[in-house]
């Protein structure tokens, strides 16, 4: 059973970082797509940055520059390092894996982020 469990969200000010964490277990993709997406109220979830399992990454226009997409494979752990944060990336941000794809096959709970200015 596939489980993705996030954490490290939080409410900061403009300009502030946080470090948001999924905790991974039980997949058995031997090519996969992780990643994160975003959504915030009365807006369609969007993706935000992926990594593939040949470490390529992705990440949305919006994004490029000021988040940094990684991963711990010793600890299954996937890392959405978020700088210069802005009240516009205030959103329940997901953790997503697949095989492939990187729309997102399985999927975590969320974990909240809010950016005030």
């Known amino acids: 059973q596939v489980q993705l469990v996030e954490s490290g969200g939080g409410s900061v000010q403009s300009g502030g970082s946080l470090r948001l964490s999924c905790a991974a277990s039980?997949?058995?993709?031997?090519?996969?797509?992780m990643g994160w997406f975003r959504q915030a109220p009365g807006k369609e979830r969007e993706g935000v940055a992926v990594?593939?399992?040949?470490?390529?990454?992705s990440y949305a226009d919006s994004v490029k520059g000021r988040f940094t997409i990684s991963q711990d494979n010793a600890k299954n752990t996937l890392y959405l390092q978020m700088n210069s944060l802005k009240p516009e990336d205030t959103a329940m941000y997901y953790c997503?894996?697949?095989?492939?794809?990187?729309?997102?096959?399985?999927w975590g709970q969320g974990t909240q982020v809010t950016v005030s200015s």
């Open positions: 990594i593939d399992s040949d470490g390529n990454r």
């Open positions: 997503a894996v697949d095989g492939g794809s990187c729309l997102g096959n399985y």
């Open positions: 039980g997949y058995t993709y031997s090519s996969y797509c």
